[in-house]
């Protein structure tokens, strides 16, 4: 068994702020603490007695635990195995940080990795902690090829929550090079190829979207995981009607909503007939769409969830000049911004459509859509990004501002290159 002193020290040191200099005084140079802290030597056990002491930590040193690691790493891999697959996670990594005080866990350095990673990836859930993430960081040289794919594919995530889209990105290709390497079960695998391929949506590469989480998809049917196989026809759903492909977007929306009517996941009803209201929208079909967002609308709970529904409708009757239903609903959108707080991105939305229907002002309505390609745009908002600079366009041009006109088409233009 590898033991683990030198990882446990720098986490423990970094965590608690401790330059080497200071942990180091009076025991060993900063050198030698540097080579234990990097497992390129083994420290006596007067050493680390000393330093684990000046860290207010008991590491078992003089006894072996080696017999016990495979059983508490297993312990710890089921608990992960079974929120992920089965999305029950809420509470769970509470679970797991129990084991950072076990004796085992201290003293093996591939059970505290797996430890580590394990924090990390529940971390990456809704009510996870992130700081797991930044504390392998620390250790990163100390990963092995599987753990590496771990490390990388949830540095990209969080890189894309950052913001920090090119990052994210370039770790993603790595990751398609490093998988074949890798001997990660199916099931880590599965889930996995499920954030790549929720990556590659958000990215807009819809082919790689669709194939990632195909691949995950196979897994999760094969072993009935209901909701994962529905999250993923959502994604796949989604790839398709970004590709204009509506048959086959309809196709996988309805496998989902038989998943869902034959389950007690009644949550996703919500997401789904929005979707599928969208298809019908684009298909220039107003009625249907309009039944499915009105389901959607009635179906979900939370109002950032709700408002999205709002919009959707907000759209369909303004495609089809339908001044008196915009306004029905922009009321009804206005009175759910009010009740809760951090809605910009339904302001923005909101505004424009105000502007033009409730009361036309072309030059609050110029201002208005000015201020939403700029938000949207800074977010890598493609769609409302190309709608509301065509939109702002259209407006500056009948305002004879030609020559701004022009540089709105041209944002446009460039856009749905990148898209396409």
């Not at 866990?105 to 992130?130: E, H, N, W």
Request: aromatic share 14%; net charge negative; with cysteine.
């Amino acid at each position: 068994m590898e033991h683990n002193y030198g990882n446990l020290i720098k986490v423990e040191r970094m965590r608690r702020g401790i330059k080497q200099s200071v942990l180091a005084r009076g025991i060993c140079s900063v050198s030698y603490l540097s080579k234990i802290e990097n497992n390129q030597t083994s420290a006596s056990e007067e050493v680390l007695e000393l330093i684990f002491e000046r860290l207010d930590i008991e590491v078992p040193l003089y006894f072996d635990f080696s017999e016990q690691v495979e059983k508490v790493k297993t312990e710890i891999r089921e608990i992960l195995k079974e929120a992920v697959l089965t999305r029950k996670d809420i509470g769970r990594q509470k679970e797991v940080e129990k084991y950072l005080t076990n004796p085992v866990v201290k003293q093996s350095k591939d059970l505290y990795i797996t430890l580590m990673m394990t924090l990390a990836r529940f971390g990456m859930m809704p009510d996870g902690d992130s700081k797991y993430l930044t504390e392998i960081g620390w250790i990163e040289d100390q990963l092995d090829v599987d753990n590496r794919v771990r490390f990388t594919v949830m540095s990209s995530l969080k890189m894309f929550h950052k913001n920090e889209r090119d990052g994210s990105l370039k770790l993603l290709e790595e990751l398609n090079e490093a998988l074949s390497k890798s001997n990660i079960p199916d099931w880590e695998m599965a889930d996995i190829r499920y954030i790549m391929g929720g990556l590659y949506y958000k990215f807009t590469d819809f082919l790689q979207a669709i194939e990632h989480v195909r691949f995950a998809l196979s897994y999760f049917q094969e072993h009935f995981y209901v909701e994962r196989i529905v999250e993923c026809h959502l994604i796949i759903g989604l790839s398709y009607k970004r590709r204009k492909r509506y048959t086959d977007a309809l196709n996988y929306y309805e496998k989902a909503i038989k998943i869902v009517s034959a389950t007690d996941l009644k949550n996703y009803y919500g997401m789904l007939y929005n979707n599928m209201g969208d298809i019908y929208s684009l298909l220039g079909e107003k009625e249907k769409a309009l039944k499915y967002f009105i389901e959607s609308f009635e179906y979900k709970v939370e109002i950032n969830s709700k408002l999205f529904s709002v919009l959707s409708l907000i759209e369909v009757y303004s495609d089809h000049d339908d001044r008196e239903g915009v306004i029905v609903w922009l009321e009804k959108g206005g009175q759910l911004i009010e009740e809760t707080e951090g809605l910009e991105v339904f302001t923005r939305h909101f505004d424009i459509y105000k502007h033009y229907y409730r009361e036309y002002n072309q030059e609050k309505l110029i201002e208005s859509l000015k201020k939403a390609v700029q938000y949207f745009e800074s977010y890598d908002e493609y769609l409302y990004t190309n709608k509301y600079a065509l939109w702002l366009a259209r407006e500056l041009r009948k305002n004879g501002k030609y020559k701004l006109s022009t540089e709105y088409y041209e944002k446009a233009i460039t856009i749905m290159s990148i898209w396409d």
